[in-house]
């Protein structure tokens, strides 16, 4: 798009017109950061929304806006992102208060629950598939508890929002599993794991991904998806690489939250966020938490 011929104004100064009101804001943070002073105005002479600035730095500013159109030519990343539905999901507050009344739970109980559901290095041998899933819900203790819930809040909400309740829940929980999982092959020696980190870094693997739904524009694609990965990535690096923590199972989870995303962005629209399917992949993952916990509780 060019940028309008500027239009001398009285008594000093210099108006470059705007499409709307968030055109006009983008252009005077452009003109902001070359160091151009920039007054945001609505005149109601039919101009509409008008940037105005001082006549001997107007050449300089039509200059300034004309190379960010070429440079953001095709970038819709803002609008694609609306129309796909991205938006926070308070269902995540459910997942956050069972973890909390499961540890409540736990800490009454002594360390039963813990042990009774916790991972570790003997599953293979005993065959206790279901401690994959159940330590993906229990914590050492409310510190750690605070740290999981804290950050799946802001990562599980948004994926739940992103592609329904039901998936990203059930997505996340798969990945937690997978985490464990991953420990089990990779973990050196004899260990016990427990924690939802696996499953948040999960929900992160959802979000890394997401932007992928707006391929149907292959102008702004490749930006938005490169965008995408990248923030993803230094989030992952930034919470899951913590020497202190359970890397391997931060990584597997990760890992399958991106499998689980790329898989979803390619579900065809009637099995999406309201869909039947969506709801029943909610059931799912209410019904293998469940009879995990049974499988648990049965054996202790």
């Given at each position: 798009?060019?940028i309008?011929?500027?239009?001398?104004?009285?008594p000093?100064?210099?108006v470059?017109?705007?499409?709307?009101?968030?055109?006009?804001?983008?252009?005077?943070?452009?003109l902001?950061?070359?160091?151009?002073?920039?007054?945001?105005?609505?005149?109601?002479?039919?101009?509409g929304?008008?940037?105005?600035?001082?006549?001997?730095?107007?050449?300089?500013?039509?200059?300034?806006?004309?190379?960010?159109?070429?440079?953001?030519r095709?970038?819709?990343l803002r609008?694609?992102?609306?129309?796909?539905g991205?938006r926070f999901?308070?269902?995540?507050?459910?997942?956050?208060?069972?973890?909390?009344?499961?540890?409540?739970?736990?800490?009454a109980?002594?360390?039963?629950?813990?042990?009774?559901g916790?991972?570790t290095?003997t599953?293979?041998a005993?065959?206790?598939?279901?401690?994959?899933v159940?330590?993906?819900?229990?914590?050492?203790d409310?510190?750690?508890?605070?740290?999981?819930?804290?950050?799946?809040?802001?990562?599980?909400?948004?994926?739940?929002?992103?592609?329904?309740?039901?998936?990203?829940?059930l997505?996340?929980?798969?990945?937690?599993?997978?985490?464990?999982?991953?420990?089990?092959?990779?973990?050196?020696?004899p260990?016990?794991?427990?924690?939802?980190?696996?499953m948040?870094?999960?929900?992160?693997?959802?979000?890394?991904?997401?932007s992928?739904?707006?391929?149907q524009?292959?102008?702004?694609?490749?930006r938005?998806?490169?965008?995408?990965v990248?923030?993803?990535?230094?989030?992952f690096?930034f919470?899951?690489?913590?020497?202190?923590?359970d890397?391997?199972?931060?990584?597997?989870?990760?890992?399958?939250?991106?499998?689980?995303?790329?898989?979803?962005?390619g579900?065809?629209?009637?099995?999406g966020?309201?869909s039947?399917?969506?709801?029943?992949?909610g059931?799912?993952?209410?019904?293998?938490?469940?009879?995990?916990?049974?499988?648990?509780l049965?054996?202790?």
């Amino acid at each position: 798009m060019q940028i309008e011929p500027v239009i001398p104004t009285e008594p000093a100064g210099v108006v470059l017109p705007a499409r709307s009101r968030r055109q006009a804001m983008d252009w005077s943070l452009v003109l902001a950061s070359q160091g151009i002073e920039v007054t945001i105005d609505h005149q109601p002479d039919g101009l509409g929304w008008v940037l105005i600035v001082d006549p001997a730095q107007a050449a300089a500013a039509q200059a300034h806006l004309r190379q960010y159109q070429r440079e953001n030519r095709g970038w819709a990343l803002r609008r694609r992102l609306r129309d796909l539905g991205f938006r926070f999901h308070w269902g995540a507050l459910a997942w956050a208060g069972g973890l909390m009344a499961l540890h409540a739970l736990s800490a009454a109980t002594g360390e039963g629950l813990e042990l009774a559901g916790c991972m570790t290095h003997t599953v293979a041998a005993t065959g206790e598939w279901w401690r994959l899933v159940t330590a993906t819900m229990l914590h050492a203790d409310a510190g750690h508890l605070a740290a999981n819930v804290a950050t799946g809040l802001v990562t599980l909400g948004l994926a739940m929002g992103r592609y329904g309740a039901g998936w990203a829940l059930l997505t996340a929980l798969l990945a937690g599993a997978l985490g464990n999982l991953a420990g089990l092959f990779l973990h050196p020696g004899p260990y016990r794991g427990l924690g939802a980190s696996g499953m948040v870094m999960g929900a992160l693997g959802l979000l890394t991904v997401q932007s992928l739904g707006v391929w149907q524009s292959p102008r702004a694609a490749w930006r938005s998806v490169l965008a995408g990965v990248a923030a993803g990535t230094l989030l992952f690096v930034f919470l899951g690489l913590n020497p202190r923590s359970d890397v391997i199972a931060h990584a597997g989870g990760y890992a399958g939250g991106l499998l689980g995303g790329l898989l979803l962005n390619g579900l065809p629209a009637r099995w999406g966020p309201r869909s039947v399917a969506n709801l029943a992949a909610g059931t799912a993952a209410g019904l293998l938490a469940l009879v995990c916990w049974l499988e648990a509780l049965a054996v202790r």
